[in-house]
């Protein structure tokens, strides 16, 4: 996740004299505590301590947004799975056309006012979108209880593949969860997941479930040898296998 900071914010220099801040912190139900931590012009969110998410890295979350509606025929009903600070959801609203409804799943509700009160000009404020609508809750009931609902699903939750700090995230990448996805797109739709690291299992799940499976490695950020992948699966045109 790469913040380039705008004319008039610190130089490297200043910034690595700066403190970090932490600006706000949320206990989620599992135990995990949060932290909204500003340090210059960066803005992280810790997990007991380790970095989750970052704003000097976000170039991935951006490919996942591009690759995922690339291959879609249609985009107007998007989900996004995971709010983070917000550059996916920024990113999917830069494509979609003007009559397009992006929902976005976000089970923290401090994130999404962490994303209100504090990381909205990171991203031109995507929340105030008129076409975004923000969901407070388990990312999986959506998916589950809306069949043939959308025609992109992007996940960017957790680590990937592997459930880390949300154990219950775990069940979205099982097979259960997978099909559950895959029964939730229209046909022809994309479902699209960011990983920090690849799964050959996880791939062998999403052919499993009926999808056409593609995995992409991906810059971390701009300029950096870092990777993350792409899961990208492609439903079915014709009847659900």
Known sequence: MVYTPQRGCASRSTQAMLKSQIIDTTAVPDGCEFQLVQHGSDWTVRVSG???M???MHNSEEELAEHGLS???VA????????GLGFTVRAVLNRVAADAKVIVAELVPKLVAWNREHLGHLNDHPLNDPRCEVVVGDVFEVIRKQPAAFNVILLDIDNGAVALSHPQNQRLYGWRGVRACYDALTPGGVFA????A???????RMADAGFEVEVLRVSARKGS???HVLFLGKARASATP
């Open 50 to 52: 380790s970095i989750l």
């Open 54 to 56: 970052s704003s000097r």
């Open 71 to 73: 291959r879609a025929p």
């Open 76 to 83: 107007k009903r998007v989900l996004v799975g995971g709010l």
């Open 193 to 196: 997941l960011w990983s920090a």
């Open 198 to 204: 690849p799964s050959p299992r996880f791939e062998r």
């Open 225 to 227: 040898h870092a990777r």
